[in-house]
């Protein structure tokens, strides 16, 4: 089903996609899957909210041509992957995105684990595919309410920019922060290691799931945080199912355990044991000790 089929689908079900002109606060949707845009477009227009939707970037009916004419637009809805093998979300911030529109990725986990530490800063919402009706529409909402907070006089004249920063100067200097643990230095310096073997070597070799997910645990462990199933899939930079499995397996070797949110029976938490705490440790050490060796300095 292509882009026309969807709008319209989406028209003899009784569902009004917004066009060009309206005033009405806008989401756009920019993914090349049609099934995906038309049930996250049946999803937002069922519950009220006008939408657009396109499925590439550039071009008359690109994402940024509909930015440009349609100044009611405050949310993007972008599948980063929407041309493979190109960053769209580079593509999308180059052609004139504006500041005030809040930008909300929906791709598979092994996708958006490449945005979530680069680009954290300047995206709204990352949900990973396929997505909940209820989980979408909550992230749209929850940004259209941040872009409305946007333009109130406060933030447009200046003054709470002015009030902040005679906050910031007003309070007590900080203590300096404390410096990095040797397994978080080490931790770290694995993943540039990795990171560099992945961009050189891309096509050719695969993300190490359970490692990826234990250290996430261990970085976990240490700031004293919760992760969840779908938080720890995510860094595993894998597809779900296979971190699902890599969970099982450390399950069974009683390096985790998975517990339940008391207020939400729906969320799962991970946590390292303590046996899983000390043997990553050692790990850690024992690589440390191995670069130390190698005249390469961590300490």
Known sequence: MGMAEVRESAAEDGIQLSTDGQTEPLALLVDSDPSAVEFMARALSQAGLGVLISDRISG???????????????????????????????????????????????????????????????????????????????????????????????????????????AVTQQPRRPPAREQSLEVRTLQTLADIDDCRATLLEGLIEPDATWSMLSELLRAKLARRRISVTSLCLASKNPVTTALRRIDRLLEAEFVTCTQDPKDRRRKYIELTEQGERRLQETLSAVADRFRGEDTTIS
């Open 60 to 166: 008359p009916d690109g994402a940024s041509a509909l930015l440009r004419s349609n100044p009611a637009i405050n949310v993007v809805v972008l599948d980063p992957q929407t041309v493979p093998g190109r960053d769209n979300l580079q593509d999308l911030q180059s052609s004139g995105l504006r500041d005030d529109v809040q930008v909300i990725l929906v791709a598979e986990p092994v996708t958006l684990a490449r945005y979530t530490q680069s680009a954290q800063a300047e995206i709204a919402d990352f949900l990973p595919k396929p997505v909940a009706r209820r989980t979408l529409l909550r992230a749209v909402l929850e940004a259209q309410r941040r872009h409305a907070s946007l333009q109130e006089p406060l933030l447009q004249d200046g003054r709470l920019a002015r009030l902040v920063e005679r």
